[in-house]
């Protein structure tokens, strides 16, 4: 089996996911080559039922015959069965709390008495447990994935959309594994919003040094979107955490091709001591509000990222509003929108459209890359706006809930389209939903 050393000592491990159809075994074994030789460390794919988990096993098969050990992780939601299926077929099972055992969320208020509350802990153990004696059985790992927008109504009712509930979803999760000594496990929080992101990652941290509990952390800023404003919200989330020594792993979440995830990742790996030291120099020196930084980059991605990764964590913080960078192999006009670029993605300063949009897997229902050009060719003169853009409903409508408008693929060739957390389009045909966005969102803008 393919392994891969985390936490501890060990180095930050870069990873990504498969966008083909994992009952596709070629064009899944392609992608992933492509991932590995850019410098991918694990290979997540989506699986999405149990014929998808049990076809792992063929995937694996391939890679492993072409010369290619790396860990292959099944991605799971919603059938905990299908976990228990993945979990005889690859090195590593990531589940979601928010819908292993708890039905679908309806963002719908309820009411737990404490003694109900914990029946409902008690389902989950009783369906966790046979899946982690399993991964025992077959030394195969579990990532316990949180997402901001699958968390369960039952957590939201008593916790509220709040980074303790967060927390607690995945804490549930933990202490039936620390009860039964199960310790292959890694742990993720993610979010589209970055000072949600990073807020709850750290008090999931100081959450579990005061259970005594000690596990590696994946870090990823979900749904960043495509392009400088991808790159630039994903080192803004990232980079707050990993100058901050917490972090073991790390995804890039992009809506482009998987591979050109990884170098993007691995730029803000071999960067965490200098935006470190940066950040500190940066904080030192806040005069009126302002952070000022001084940049020698030449390369406009590299300066996007230092710049991102190195002061992100001040503003999330709010310790200033406003930014200034130096660097002389740019223009002042160029330095100011990218400045504006890295406050908005802190959530401080909104001065353009804002695009949240998933990278893709195996269960995106449209062509995701072209959908994301048509809306934003449409709507980027819409200041402050928020645009969701989804592949499916696994974290479409809870990870939009923040956005204004919504696009999620709800089948093959059927979109639903939302107006806050609210399904105002149901099943409409792909070919008409674009311009049934817009019409929406010129009515509502009115």
């Known amino acids: 089996m393919g392994t891969v050393a985390m936490g501890g000592n060990n180095p930050i491990r ?31 794919l989506t699986t999405q039922g149990t014929r998808e988990a049990e076809n792992m096993e063929n995937i694996r098969r391939q890679l492993r015959a072409r010369g290619f050990n790396t860990p292959l992780v099944a991605d799971v939601h919603f059938n905990a069965r299908v976990a228990d299926v993945a979990a005889c077929h690859c090195e590593k099972v990531r589940v979601n709390p928010g819908n292993y055992v708890d039905p679908g969320r309806t963002f719908k208020h309820l009411e737990y008495t404490d003694e109900e509350y914990a029946m409902e802990l008690k389902k989950i153990e009783n369906r966790l447990v046979p899946f982690l004696n399993i991964c025992k059985a077959n030394h195969t790992a579990v990532r316990i994935g949180v997402n901001h927008g ?37 742990i993720s929080i993610k979010a589209s919003n970055t000072v949600v992101m990073v807020r709850t990652v750290r008090l999931l941290v100081q959450t579990m040094d005061r259970e005594d509990m000690h596990y590696p952390l994946h870090l990823g800023v979900t749904e960043a979107g495509e392009g400088e404003d991808g790159r630039i919200k994903s080192a803004v989330g990232i980079g707050a955490l990993l100058t901050e020594g917490i972090g073991d792993t790390i995804r890039v979440s992009l809506s482009e091709d998987p591979e050109k995830e990884i170098p993007v990742a691995r730029k803000l790996v071999a960067w965490v001591e200098e935006c470190a030291m940066l950040r500190a120099q940066a904080e030192a020196s806040i005069i009126d509000d302002t952070v000022t930084i001084s940049l020698g980059d030449t390369n406009a991605e590299d300066l996007q990222l230092k710049a991102a990764m190195a002061t992100g964590a001040l503003f999330i913080d709010q310790k200033a509003h406003k930014l200034v960078i130096h660097d002389d192999a740019f223009s002042a006009q160029y330095l ?15 001065t353009k459209t804002e695009y949240i949009s998933c990278p893709g897997c195996g269960r995106t229902l449209y062509n995701l890359q072209e959908t994301i050009a048509r809306i934003k060719q449409a709507t980027s003169h819409l200041v402050g706006l928020k645009i969701g853009i989804m592949g499916c409903i696994v974290n479409g409508p809870g990870e939009m809930a923040d956005a204004d408008y919504g696009y999620v693929g709800a089948g093959r060739g059927k979109i639903s389209l939302y107006h806050k957390k609210e399904c105002v389009m149901k099943n409409i045909p792909e070919e008409e939903a674009v311009t049934q966005l817009l019409k929406l969102i010129e009515e509502n803008e009115k």
Do not use: N, W
Request: glycine share 4%; proline share 1%; net charge negative.
């Open 336 to 350: 100011e929108t990218l400045a504006d670029a890295i406050l908005q993605a802190a959530r401080v300063k909104f």
């Open 14 to 44: 870069v990873q990504s996911m498969t966008t083909t159809d994992t009952m596709d075994t070629e064009a899944c074994v392609e992608q992933a080559i492509r991932i590995i030789e850019a410098g991918g460390e694990l290979v997540r």
């Open 150 to 186: 699958s968390l369960s109504d039952r957590i939201m009712s008593r916790y509220g959309d709040t980074p303790e509930g967060i927390v607690e979803s995945c804490m549930e999760f933990l202490r039936i594994c620390r009860h039964e000594q199960f310790r292959d496990v890694v």
